[in-house]
C-alpha cells in the first residue's frame, strides 16, 4: 500500500522557518521524483519545488526560489521542504508527491504526480 505522510507543518510568525517532512512508503522511493505542491484556501493546487530520483536536479517555482529547498534521503525514503523566510502567503497545505517519470525537465502540473500525501497546515502569521 503506497503511503506519503507529511509532517512538520504549523504556525509560525513572517521571516521564521519550518522543515517539512514526507516519508514514503509502499513503493520504490528511489526510482520517484518528488515534488511539494500547496493549496491555499479557495485558490488551486500549485507547484511549489521538485527533485529528481537521485536528488542532483531540483526545481522552484518563483515565488519559493531562495527561500525554499527541496532534498530527499533515498536510505530514508524520506523528501525534505525547508522554508526559510517564510510570508503570510506561503500559508497553505502543503503535499508531497511522487513521479515516476524522473526526468531533468521541470513536470509541475499536479496531473503529473502518481501518488500524494494527505497534506500538512502551514499557517505564517503578519
Known amino acids: 500500500q503506497v503511503q506519503l505522510a507529511e509532517s512538520g507543518g504549523g504556525l509560525v510568525q513572517a521571516g521564521g522557518s519550518l522543515r517539512l517532512s514526507c516519508a514514503a512508503s509502499g513503493f520504490t522511493f528511489s526510482s520517484y521524483a518528488m515534488g511539494w505542491f500547496r493549496q491555499a484556501p479557495g485558490k488551486e493546487r500549485e507547484f511549489v519545488a521538485r527533485i529528481t530520483r537521485s536528488g542532483g536536479t531540483t526545481y522552484y517555482a518563483d515565488p519559493v526560489k531562495g527561500r525554499f529547498t527541496i532534498s530527499r534521503d533515498n536510505a530514508k525514503n524520506t523528501v525534505y521542504l525547508q522554508m526559510n523566510s517564510l510570508k503570510p502567503e506561503d500559508t497553505a497545505v502543503y503535499y508531497c508527491?511522487?513521479?515516476?517519470?524522473?526526468?531533468?525537465?521541470?513536470?509541475?502540473?499536479?496531473?503529473?504526480?502518481?501518488?500524494w500525501g494527505q497534506g500538512t497546515q502551514v499557517t505564517v502569521s503578519s
Open positions: 508527491a511522487a513521479d515516476k517519470y524522473s526526468l531533468v525537465l521541470p513536470r509541475t502540473k499536479p496531473t503529473d504526480y502518481e501518488y
